[in-house]
C-alpha cells in the first residue's frame, strides 16, 4: 500500500538557521512527490514537486527538496529560515501507476516554529 | 492563475442537518477532491470525481456523498450533520496538463 510519513509532528529552529522537514514514502513504482503548506486557516499551496530528472528541486519561497531514491525519501530544506515560513508542512507521494486521477496521498503534517 | 472558491469559510450547523458545501474550479480540470483535514491525521480523501456524474469513494466516505452535474462545479453533501464531522474540509482540482492539485481556502465546519 502506499503511504508518506513525516516523523516529526513539529520542527523548531530559529530564524536564519537551515531548516529541514522530513518525508518518507511507500509505493510500487516509481512516485510523483509533492510539498504543500498551509498558513493558517488557509488551503494548501503547492511548494515544489518531483517528477523527474535533477533530484534536487527548487520550489517557491527559496523552499528545496531532494529525492532520494534509495532512502525513499524526499526532505525540505532551507538554507536561512524565516518566522514568516512558520507554518503547517505537508510531503504527498503519487504512484505513477495509479494513471490520471491525480489522486495524492499525504502525510499527516509538520508544524514549523521559526523563532525570532 | 487557478481558482478553486468554496462556498463558505466557516459553517455552523446543527445535529441532523443536512449540509451542503460547494466547489468551483475555473481551470477546466477534470479530476476533483473534497478531503476531511483534522489535527495529527493530515489530509483523508472522502470522494473525487474524474468527470462530470462520475465519482469514486475515497477512504472515509462514510455519512458523505457527492454531486458533479457539471465539469466546474463539485459538491460534498452531508445527509444527516453529527458532531464527529466537525471539521475542515478541502476541495482540490487537478488538470492533466499541471501534475498538481490546487487547493481551495477550505470551509470549517462545527457541527452543534
Known amino acids: 500500500a502506499q503511504s508518506v510519513a513525516q516523523p516529526e509532528d513539529q520542527v523548531n529552529v530559529a530564524e536564519g538557521n537551515p531548516l529541514t522537514v522530513k518525508c518518507t514514502y511507500s509505493?510500487?513504482?516509481?512516485?510523483?512527490l509533492f510539498w504543500y503548506v498551509q498558513y493558517p486557516n488557509r488551503g494548501l499551496q503547492f511548494l515544489l514537486k518531483?517528477?523527474?530528472?535533477?533530484?534536487l528541486v527548487k520550489g517557491s519561497y527559496g523552499f528545496e527538496a531532494e529525492f532520494n531514491k534509495s532512502q525513499t525519501s524526499f526532505h525540505l530544506k532551507k538554507p536561512s529560515a524565516l518566522v514568516s515560513d512558520s507554518a503547517l508542512y505537508f510531503c504527498?507521494?503519487?504512484?505513477?501507476?495509479?494513471?490520471?486521477?491525480?489522486?495524492?496521498?499525504f502525510g499527516q503534517g509538520t508544524t514549523l516554529q521559526v523563532k525570532p | 492563475d487557478v481558482k478553486v472558491t468554496q462556498s463558505s469559510r466557516y459553517l455552523v450547523k446543527r445535529t441532523g442537518e443536512k449540509v451542503f458545501l460547494e466547489c468551483v474550479q475555473d481551470?477546466?480540470?477534470?479530476?476533483m477532491f473534497w478531503y476531511r483535514q483534522d489535527p495529527g491525521l493530515g489530509l483523508r480523501l472522502i470522494y473525487f470525481?474524474?468527470?462530470?456524474?462520475?465519482?469514486e469513494k475515497g477512504d472515509i466516505p462514510e455519512g458523505y456523498s457527492v454531486s458533479r452535474e457539471k465539469k466546474e462545479r463539485f459538491s460534498l453533501i452531508l445527509e444527516s450533520a453529527s458532531t464527529n464531522q466537525t471539521s475542515m474540509y478541502l476541495c482540490?482540482?487537478?488538470?492533466?496538463?499541471?501534475?498538481?492539485?490546487?487547493f481551495g481556502p477550505g470551509t470549517r465546519l462545527t457541527v452543534l
Open positions: 504527498a507521494v503519487r504512484d505513477r501507476g495509479s494513471g490520471n486521477t491525480g489522486k495524492l496521498i
Open positions: 509505493v510500487s513504482g516509481n512516485p510523483y
Open positions: 518531483y517528477i523527474t530528472g535533477d533530484n
Open positions: 481551470m477546466d480540470h477534470e479530476n
Open positions: 470525481s474524474y468527470d462530470v456524474k462520475m465519482k
Open positions: 482540490a482540482s487537478w488538470g492533466l496538463a499541471y501534475n498538481e492539485q490546487f
